[in-house]
């Protein structure tokens, strides 16, 4: 509704009155409460929780790729170490193995030309020329001579030669069988008395014929201690020597006895039968079963191979250590910053919760404060609006007057302008009406009515307000709850707002009427609690901007064109369910419609009941009451006079209250001439020290106690009004109504009889 013809903030506080300023004061603007600084939580949080995040991923981050790097920079460097190792040992072996080759090429030329005899006859001296040339070698146990058959003609170790055979032996086998050289397996030898291996090479004939064997014994403890000496304090680590097929010559740390043999299946024995010079590979050592990094080297063209191992549990196991260190230094200032963190995470919530507190009291004091200038603005603003509507109230009754006067004098060739002006009067009476309204000075005739079945019954009257382009929805919840309000006001205001709906939507649309229950609790923060009928009402137009729904219902408001609106029918409807009980607010936006929500009281009490006694058809004349008149305007009561008079009735006219008391009270005191008035019809508002209201309060004491009809045009002091058991008429009133009553006074009617007809008409 973008053409609504008034507006008020989106969600409105009930009025408040402060008693420390007088109510004739007029209302003065305020400074504006000061803005409340914001603050984004929201953007702190975030950063809290990116830097708690950082904290626990960039340090995580950290350890992860120094671990990785290490691990792999350890398996790097045990490679290297195994490779290294491997190549010294080759280099040694090699050595050792070239040495022997030598020591039996020397040995062989030692014997050349002698055969088996003559070795035998000379043993003393071959003994001693054997060990002369082994002797002076750690790693040379014993240097022999071997038959053709097996058996030992001269050794370096001891003499006279004992009987011992070797024709057993794999390695004296294989020489016969063809082969230039030959590697045993370690024995304890029985010349050398030791555990040995032996390195052989053929002796033949002249003619070529194989003629025995020349042996050097090697000790595996010389191989042994030297790889200790090479592998240092590092004992996880192995360094051996084996031959082509597998069978382990020397190796440290030593093996069991039972384990002198790498695996069938053995990746080392896979790379010897291959023929692999050198290498790296990872296996399970067949000695203690562990995962290893396994480094080989083959011994020159000998059929033997160095080997040395190094286990992946003692890289992991280094590792682990290196890493717990580096996560203990790393994760101990980190676990502190992780604390402060929460702990800021923590004081933030505490600070957020304490700001939104202080945030909800301090929008609350805007709130009260804005309502409270509001509300003193409305209260000028009514006083003047009040006070012009009176005035023209009273107008309006003096032409009222003046046309049922000529109405019942009868005026030959008039009627049609006496309709005209009747016309003009119910129009006038609905903008005074409005006015007062808006001004909170309409008097109210507040019924019970029944919600559910009230709206669907108007649908008509909003047809026709609507107009045919808009369609009309209806939606009444079940069970809705009765409400106590005035039925004319209720009526305005749904027509008021159907109104601005209709403009709003000048190429169609929907409206949507709803009704419901609602409760409100003071935990809600709602501006008013208890149990509630929200009558919600919708349409579809252009909506209004925020500058515009932030006037909404300010009197006098309107953005409509120069004469298509009077800035009064959304005041008028917030007045209305103000002075009811309850409240209005607005909801809209550009392009997306309005919302109008009334929210009024639910019915708690049965509605005074309406049966008066005055409802007579009699039309014929009959005596005539003595009435009292009392109204301060001259003119209205000059015409209510007339009227009075016309329908038989003796009038005695008073200017005012004090005038009007002064009389009663000498007639009452002159109890012999009797009360002179049947009933007294008086206006509230007059001047002097009494009103209306304080007249039939008067009259209260009297007996018999005289009937009183009160006539105004504001609301005020109407519950005061009702209390005096006192008949109230609104201005400019129906004299028919008058008629009725002033009947009902002549037929016996007591003032318990006026006062159980309605409170206000109008």
């Not at 039996?104 to 006859?121: K, M």
């Not at 603003?381 to 019942?408: C, K, P, W, Y």
């Amino acid at each position: 509704m973008s053409k609504f013809s008034n507006s008020l903030p989106k969600m409105t506080l009930q009025r408040e009155e402060s008693d420390a300023v007088p109510a004739a004061q007029s209302w003065q603007e305020e400074p504006p409460f000061p803005v409340v600084p914001e603050r984004n939580f929201a953007a702190q949080r975030l950063t809290l929780y990116a830097l708690l995040v950082a904290a626990v991923v960039l340090p995580c981050v950290y350890v992860a790729i120094t671990a990785y790097t290490d691990y792999h920079a350890r398996v790097a460097d045990a490679s290297d170490l195994v490779a290294r190792n491997a190549r010294v040992a080759e280099e040694h072996a090699l050595k050792v193995f070239d040495l022997n080759v030598t020591l039996n090429e020397r040995i062989v030329d030692l014997l050349d030309g002698l055969d088996a005899g003559a070795i035998r006859r000379e043993s003393a001296t071959i003994h001693q020329r054997l060990k002369a040339i082994s002797g002076s070698y750690q790693q040379v146990a014993a240097a022999s001579v071997f038959g053709a058959d097996g058996k030992l003609l001269a050794t370096s170790r001891i003499w006279p030669t004992p009987d011992i055979s070797v024709a057993e032996r794999d390695d004296f086998g294989g020489l016969r069988a063809g082969q230039s050289q030959r590697i045993s397996r370690v024995m304890v030898g029985r010349v050398a008395g030791e555990q040995v291996f032996n390195t052989a090479i053929a002796r033949r004939t002249p003619a070529g014929a194989f003629d025995g064997m020349v042996t050097i014994a090697l000790r595996p403890s010389y191989f042994s201690a030297f790889y200790r000496e090479l592998i240092g304090d590092n004992p996880s680590v192995s360094l051996g020597l084996t031959r082509a097929d597998g069978e382990v010559l020397a190796w440290y740390p030593p093996r069991p006895a039972d384990r002198m043999a790498l695996a069938a299946s053995s990746p080392l024995r896979e790379a010897y039968r291959a023929g692999g010079r050198s290498g790296v590979v990872r296996m399970v050592s067949g000695l203690d079963d562990q995962l290893k990094i396994v480094a080989f080297r083959r011994v020159g063209g000998y059929p033997a191979y160095v080997s040395s191992g190094y286990p992946i549990a003692t890289i992991w196991s280094a590792w682990w250590k290196h890493l717990s260190v580096l996560a203990l230094s790393i994760f101990a200032p980190c676990v502190v910053l992780w604390g402060v963190i929460a702990q800021s995470l923590r004081r933030l919530a505490t600070e957020e919760e304490a700001w939104e507190r202080w945030q909800a009291e301090a929008s609350m004091r805007r709130s009260i404060e804005s309502a409270y200038r509001q509300a003193r603005k409305m209260e000028a603003l009514g006083n003047l609006v009040g006070s012009v509507a009176h005035d023209f109230n009273n107008l309006l009754m003096i032409v009222s007057t003046n046309v049922q006067i000529a109405r019942r004098r009868g005026a030959p060739g008039l009627d049609r302008e006496l309709t005209a002006m009747e016309r003009a009067l119910k129009s006038g009476q609905s903008l005074t009406r409005q006015l007062l309204g808006v001004a909170r000075k309409q008097p109210l005739r507040s019924e019970i009515i029944a919600i559910g079945k009230w709206v669907p019954a108007g649908r008509e009257l909003l047809r026709a307000s609507l107009g045919a382009k808009v369609a009309l929805s209806v939606e009444v919840a079940p069970e809705v709850w009765a409400i106590r309000v005035d039925p004319a006001e209720l009526e305005l205001a749904l027509i008021n707002v159907a109104v601005n709906a209709r403009d709003a939507m000048p190429n169609g649309g929907t409206f949507t009427v709803r009704a419901g229950n609602v409760r409100f609790r003071h935990e809600d923060g709602f501006p008013i609690t208890g149990e509630f009928v929200q009558i919600t009402l919708e349409d579809n137009g252009f909506g209004m901007s925020a500058e515009v729904l932030g006037r909404a219902f300010e009197p006098l408001f309107t953005t409509k064109p120069k004469g298509m609106g009077t800035g009064l029918g959304l005041p008028q409807v917030f007045a209305f369910c103000e002075r009811a009980g309850g409240l209005a607010t607005i909801d809209s936006a550009i392009g997306a419609g309005t919302a109008v929500r009334l929210y009024l009281p639910r019915a708690t009490a049965a509605a005074p009941g309406a049966a008066a006694k005055h409802e007579q058809a009699a039309s014929q004349e009959a005596d005539g009451l003595r009435v009292l008149l009392v109204e301060d305007n001259e003119e209205v009561a000059a015409g209510t006079e007339a009227l009075l008079t016309m329908m038989g009735h003796h009038v005695t006219y008073l200017f005012n209250a004090d005038a009007a008391a002064t009389m009663l009270e000498a007639a009452r005191a002159d109890a012999s001439a009797g009360f002179p008035f049947d009933v007294v019809l008086s206006d509230i508002h007059m001047p002097g020290q009494m009103n209306g209201i304080d007249l039939a309060e008067m009259m209260q004491r009297f007996h018999p106690r005289i009937p009183v009809i009160l006539v105004t045009g504001y609301a005020e002091e109407l519950d005061r009004a009702r209390q005096v058991g006192a008949r109230v008429l609104s201005k400019p009133f129906d004299i028919a109504l008058l008629d009725a009553l002033l009947r009902a006074i002549r037929d016996g009617a007591t003032p318990s009889d006026l006062r159980a007809a309605r409170s206000v008409d109008r």
